[in-house]
Structure formats: C-alpha cells, structure tokens
C-alpha cells in the first residue's frame, strides 16, 4: 500500500508476529501477482542424460509391469548400489521395500537382475577410475587402466539373447568409452547396432558414446554431427548452437527445450522466432506447435504484438508438439492472450480444465494456481474493471483468491516467548478457513487481505449493491466461480454498509448494516481486536479505551444511527445551538472515524504486510505494472488532510452559531478544551460537572 503511517490494524497471523519479533523484521511479504512459467521452464534437463533416465524409466516399467511405481524402478536401476542377488542381505530387504525388486524375484527374472548388477559394477569401476587417487594394481602395465574393462567387456559382447540385446550392446560401448578404448568404441559400435533400428534409446545413447570418442581422437565436427542427429543440444561444440540444431535436428524436443531455458537471451528467442516461418514449412518438422507457440511468446513478449501472438497460438493448437507439458502450457498461454484481450468465449471451458490441476495430488497443482492468478490479476481484472466490468472482475479475482484456500490449513500459533535475544515458538496450531471464518478468536488472514476485498472496498456503496445484486443471476460462468468466490451476504452487505459510512450515506448504510448477522460481526478481525472500544467524541488522537463508546454488537450500525440523527437536528434543530452542537458532535465523529476510530470505515490502517499488493515485482508501483491505481488507499497525504480541513471548517462554523454561555461550555468541553471551559465559563453547569469529575491532569491539558 502507499501509506507509510503505522500499522494499526494487522489481517493477518504472519504480519501480527513480523510486528512483534526483531528478528522477523525482515518480512513476512505481501502477496504479489505470481509470474509463473508460460513457455519458459523453471527446472530444465542438465543434460541428455536426464532425457535418457527418463525414457529408460518408462522402457523398464513397460518389459516388466506398469503397477511398478517409476520411482521404485529408478532407486532399483539408478540409486542402490547393492548387490542384486538373494545372498545379500540388503537385497533381501529390498523385497520387501521395491516393487521393482519384489517383481524380479518373483518372475525370478535372473536375466534382468544379472544385466543390473554389471551395469552396477560398471558404473563402480567407471567412477574408480575416474578418481584422481585411482592407482592401477600393476604400476609397470601400461595398459592395466583399460584392461581394468576388459572381462566386463567381454561378458557383454557374449549375450546372445534378444530381450536385452540393446542394453548389453550400449553397456559394451560404455565400458570400452571409460576404458579409454576409443577406436574400439567407434567400431562396436557401426557394428552391435546394425539391426537396431533408429530411436532406440540404447542405440541413441551408443552413437553419442561414439561420438565422445571421435572428439577425443581429434574429429570435432563428426562428433557435433552425431550429438546433433541425436539431439544433444548440450554437447554440441560449435559456437552457434542453434543453427546446428536447426540444420541437423530440428524436430529435438530436446532443442525446444534449450530454448525454454534461454527465454531471457534476447539474440536467442529473435533468431529463433526468426527462422520459425522457414521451420514451419519443413517437412522434417513434425512438432509444428512447438515453433508456433515460439513465435507466439516472441510476438508478445518482445513485440507486444498480443494480435499476431493470439493468431499463431491459435495454430499451434491444431499441429502436435513435442511433449504434453508444451501442449497443456500452450493452452493456458492462449487463454492469457485471450485475457489480454477481454475475450471471454471459452473462459468457462478453459478454467475447468485448469482447475482439474490444481489438485493437491498434483506435483504441479501450486504452478497451475499461480497461472490461474497470474491469467486473472494480471489481466481480466483490470480489463474487466476499465470495461465497467465489476461483478465479473469482483467473482473473477474471488475465485482465484479462493482457489485453494478452502483446501489449506493456516497456523494460528501467535504467542511466542523472547528471551536472551532468542526467540521460542511452541508447537503450531492449525486451522481451516472454515474454521477462522467461525472463530470469534483468531484472526482470519485471508478474507479481508484479498484482492478482491479490495476491490469490493473501492467502489461506491452503489455499485457494490448493484455487484451483488448481480451475482445471483444463474449464468453458467457465475455459478462457477461462485464455487470457490465468496458471496455471502453477510459479507457483502457489511461492506456496502462500510462504504455507505465513508459517503456519509447513513441511510443505506443502516438498512445494509441492520441486516448483517451478530455471529458474522463478532467474527470480523477489527471487532476481535476490539478496534472499536475507543471514544468517538474525543478530539486528540491519543487513544482512550473504553471511555464513552461501550463496545456494541454492531457498533458500525450504532455509529449510522447516531450519525443519522445528528444529521437531522443539524438541519431540523428546534435551536441555534442544538443545531450548532449536533454539528460539533457531527464534525468531530467524522474525523474520528478516519482517525483513531478507522475501523468504522476501515479495514485496516496505514501500511499492512497482510494485505494483497497489485504488482509483479517488489518496489513496483501498482500504477506502472497493472493498472491498478483505481484500488482504494487510505492515504495521509490526501484524504485524511481533507477531512481534516472540513473538520475545522465545520467547528468554526459550529461555533460561530452558538447563542448561550451553556452551549459554549458543552462545545468547548466536546473539544477537550477544559480549562476554556473553566475559565471562560464557570458559572456552567458543564465547568460544574467538570470540577467534580474531572480529576486526572491528563484530561486538563
């Protein structure tokens, strides 16, 4: 928020601890905008062997059975390290703990268990050697290193079967790899692989084994050659990578893949987004949407072109790409530039489908939330909200406020002890949002922190009335996002009565507020915190809790009665001076409920770390990054400054109109002025009460 003043009403459990221990100082943080990944990737492959594991995986669980978790198939192939046979006493322990493992045994599937433990032992002698202490067992023996690989080799290029003729051919060529046996390499390999067709992942892994020796031996360029057709972006020598890639391999996942990772090199994603026409005419090129989905990003994030971007995720969506993930991300992409544009057609359809990954089963459900947000706060609302919009934009950013909120639990361990500099917590309490919606106790950091509470909090009285209203219309799309949305009345109508104060719209403001139900005002964070215990005809803005405002069940309510009548005698008086002091009393509880009494037309007060921040990046202002500059925001400098300057507009004009002595003193004593009070007027009834009640030196001055 904009305000600097101090906080003084906290909406959250995080923000009342950062105000309380030194040592959280340096946050907790305001929500922000998410920027999630579109067509960027956050966690890329390091190498091509993450791309082999991965296929190795699936090719594994496919020759044995699909009930087998990948996971337990690579802590089998790729973690444990143990003996694979029964004899071992780990391994008789892993029956009991591996699916893959307890499948082997059961099948006694001997062939499996027996290529695992030589790739096992391999993969032992491989690292052996590549230890900068690894010594060889005869010092004089020249060739003892690769000799080292020798037997393994030749147990290799026994195998005769057919099952595993691959692997063992690929292990042959690894061992001869590590022993430093190049040539030998280059040749098994042309050989053991002839009647291996293209795409075997063992076959592909060989060649690239070979290529690694041609680049030993000297050959660079055939080396690159090889990682290319194989699509080893990161192997590849050659200074410009991509225009290999696109001349050897351009249908690589794994090259699509590289560019993800390079979203941020400007020279990159242009010369790629450049040769993308060229690519998309090329018949090798089966993974078309791919190359659209590129130009797309391209078009929007450097050319701000949101046309030709919408144009040519719309064809990437009609060719196939490389992988599901890029397919699903150039979904929600469009749905983003449709957003960018306000189109609404497929909103429904596509935030079901979105929904569905949101799932707490889904590894991935906390990134597709982050895109829902991102997709919503970003850029429906603020278009929603210059098209006039509100009940869309309101349920909008209400339903991904809430997506998964419902689904979460919340610490409300507030107390703490501190000591010797060192901060105790005891154990964490957790409660639902259901839970902290009912509580009369703990504050509810979500629902009045929101965005879309914030912006409910920025329209008119009116137009929030005429958004409820709204809402109960049936549509399809609305009865969706009422799913997750909050809409209760309550909720609604304690708002619009909040709103209807700030207008001085007493009126509505009673009607609205009479209808709020006292279990929902006692479960409000500012009555929790017994914000409105405060004095409302105290002039100075030191607090004085408890004197002359005793805590009401609806005390919003009782303050629109009261400011309700006042503003009637102010104007139907039978006298100039009840017409004068109504006008006082009137004057100086407005002030106050901008002031030390805020919470009558507030939320919360000055800066707040609880409450929702419209920007992408900290030290933004909302005003450059989303167009939200139209959010309500307590701010000192502008609208507590005016209502100050009516306040002493209104007192002057108050007490020019006052005809008795007795007025005057009551006015005078209104305003904390006792000693005006006692020496301008003593002969009052109003100095009388005042020598005998007023006793502390405090209220004197």
């Given at each position: ?44 492959h390091?190498?091509?062997?993450d ?96 000799a080292?690989?020798d ?12 099952r ?9 060529v ?13 040749e ?16 592909s ?23 290319a ?11 410009n ?15 699509m ?13 242009i ?11 090329d ?21 701000s ?11 990437a ?7 599901d993930?890029?397919?699903?991300l ?10 960018m ?14 929904e569905e990954k ?7 459900a ?13 850029d429906y ?9 509100y009940?869309?934009?309101?349920l909008?950013?209400?339903y ?5 909120r419902?689904?979460?639990?919340y610490?409300v ?8 500099n ?6 964490i ?26 912006l ?12 409820y209203?709204n ?7 609305y ?35 009479s ?23 105290d ?14 069940e609806?005390?919003?309510l ?11 005698t ?10 004068g ?6 004057a ?10 805020w ?37 000192t ?7 100050e ?18 007025a ?15 020496a ?21 001055i």
């Amino acid at each position: 928020m904009k305000s600097t003043i101090s906080t003084r009403l906290l909406v959250s459990a995080a923000a009342l601890i950062a105000a309380a221990v030194p040592a959280l100082a340096c946050g907790p943080f305001n929500p922000i905008i998410p920027t999630p990944d579109f067509f960027e990737i956050s966690i890329p492959h390091r190498s091509m062997a993450d791309f082999d594991r991965e296929e190795n995986l699936c090719l594994w669980q496919e020759m044995t059975s699909a009930d087998i978790p990948l996971s337990d198939i690579e802590t089998a192939v790729y973690t444990r390290t143990a003996d694979c046979n029964y004899g071992n006493p780990d391994y008789r322990k892993l029956l009991h703990e591996n699916k893959f493992y307890t499948y082997l045994n059961n099948t006694r599937d001997e062939e499996i268990l027996d290529y695992l433990a030589k790739a096992k032992e391999i993969e032992s002698r491989r690292e052996l050697m590549k230890s900068a202490w690894y010594y060889p067992e005869s010092r004089n023996y020249y060739e003892d290193a690769p000799a080292a690989m020798d037997d393994i080799i030749a147990e290799c290029m026994m195998y005769d079967g057919s099952r595993l003729k691959d692997r063992y051919a690929m292990l042959a060529v690894r061992s001869m790899f590590a022993a430093g046996q190049y040539s030998r390499c280059i040749e098994y390999c042309d050989t053991a692989f002839t009647d291996i067709p293209d795409g075997n992942l063992f076959k592909s892994m060989a060649e690239r084994y070979a290529a690694g020796a041609w680049s030993r031996l000297g050959d660079v360029e055939r080396a690159d050659s090889i990682f290319a057709k194989a699509g080893d972006v990161w192997s590849v020598s050659e200074p410009n990578r991509l225009d290999y890639m696109l001349r050897f391999n351009p249908s690589a996942p794994q090259l699509m893949e590289w560019l993800r990772c390079n979203t941020d090199d400007y020279i990159v994603m242009i010369t790629a987004a450049a040769k993308a026409g060229e690519l998309l005419r090329d018949n090798r090129v089966t993974n078309k949407g791919d190359w659209h989905f590129l130009r797309s990003y391209v078009n929007n994030l450097y050319y701000s072109n949101v046309r030709l971007a919408r144009n040519d995720i719309r064809e990437a969506l009609k060719h196939d790409f490389s992988s599901d993930e890029l397919r699903d991300l150039a979904r929600v992409w469009r749905m983003k530039l449709d957003a960018m544009s306000g189109d609404t057609s497929s909103l429904l359809a596509d935030l079901k489908w979105i929904e569905e990954k949101t799932e707490p089963l889904n590894s991935d459900a906390k990134e597709w939330a982050r895109r829902i947000r991102n997709i919503i706060y970003a850029d429906y609302v603020p278009e929603m909200w210059r098209r006039g919009d509100y009940t869309t934009a309101i349920l909008l950013c209400g339903y991904a406020d809430n997506l998964d909120r419902g689904k979460i639990r919340y610490d409300v361990t507030l107390e703490y002890f501190y000591t010797d500099n060192r901060c105790f917590f005891p154990p964490i309490v957790s409660m639902t949002l259901h839970e902290l919606r009912k509580s009369t106790v703990e504050t509810n950091p979500s629902d009045y922190s929101m965005l879309s509470f914030q912006l409910m909090g920025s329209l008119s009285s009116g137009r929030l009335a005429a958004v409820y209203n709204n809402m109960q219309q049936a549509t399809p799309l609305y009865e969706f996002l009422k799913r997750r949305a909050r809409t209760d009345r309550d909720y609604y109508y304690e708002t619009i009565g909040t709103l209807a104060l700030r207008e001085e719209n007493f009126t509505r403001a009673e009607h609205y507020l009479s209808r709020v139900s006292d279990e929902y005002i006692r479960t409000m964070n500012t009555q929790k915190g017994n914000y409105f215990d405060r004095d409302i005809f105290d002039c100075y803005s030191s607090y004085r809790f408890g004197t002359g405002n005793p805590h009401s069940e609806n005390p919003k309510l009782t303050f629109a009665r009261m400011m309700k009548s006042l503003k009637h005698t102010m104007l139907y008086g039978s006298t100039a001076d009840q017409r004068g002091l109504a006008k006082i009393r009137y004057a100086t509880a407005r002030r106050a409920s901008y002031n030390y009494n805020w919470a009558l037309t507030q939320y919360w007060r000055g800066y707040c770390p609880g409450t929702f921040m419209a920007i992408l990046n900290y030290g933004d202002n909302e005003d450059d990054v989303c167009d939200y500059s139209f959010l309500y925001d307590y701010d000192t400098s502008d609208e507590e400054e005016a209502i100050e300057v009516a306040y002493e507009k209104a007192i002057d004009e108050a007490l020019a109109t006052l005809t008795t002595d007795e007025a005057r003193a009551e006015a005078q004593y209104i305003l904390g002025n006792l000693a005006t009070v006692i020496a301008c007027y003593p002969s009052t009834t109003t100095a009388a009460h005042i020598r005998t009640s007023c006793d502390t030196w405090s209220t004197w001055i």
